[in-house]
Nanobody
Framework: QVQLVESGGGLVQTGGSLRLSCAAS????????MAWFRQAPGNQRELVAA???????DYADSVLGRFTISKDAARNTVHLQMDSLKPEDTAVYFC????????????????WGQGTQVTVSS
């Protein structure tokens, strides 16, 4: 099986920074995309940033220029550097990855982490 474990959430003041990390482990053959989503109370889950196996990055307009997604392919890890944080960035942040396992016959499945809370105080 595959597990995604996030770390790095917490409480920070407006304008501060946090770095989230997510490590994928288990019976992994290939990872196609790794991404960060977030969900604030009463809101739908939304894509924050994604990075493809090619290295191509995509960001939500609301975080462009403030957040940076990166990956360490050798360690199956993705990071989200969050700078100039705003109260509206407060949410539970989820890591997600599109993964094929050694036993999946080449089929990719979306896996999710348990989420980590990010709170930005005003």
């Amino acid at each position: 099986q595959v597990q995604l474990v996030e770390s790095g959430g917490g409480l920070v003041q407006t304008g501060g920074s946090l770095r989230l990390s997510c490590a994928a482990s288990g019976n992994i053959f290939m990872i196609k995309t790794m991404a960060w989503f977030r969900q604030a109370p009463g809101n739908q889950r939304e894509l924050v940033a994604a990075i493809l196996s090619s290295g191509t990055r995509d960001y939500a307009d609301s975080v462009l220029g403030r957040f940076t997604i990166s990956k360490d392919a050798a360690r199956n890890t993705v990071h989200l550097q969050m700078d100039s944080l705003k109260p509206e960035d407060t949410a539970v942040y989820f890591c997600a990855a599109d993964i094929a396992t050694h036993s999946s016959g080449g089929s990719f499945t979306d896996y999710w982490g348990q989420g980590t809370q990010v709170t930005v105080s005003s």
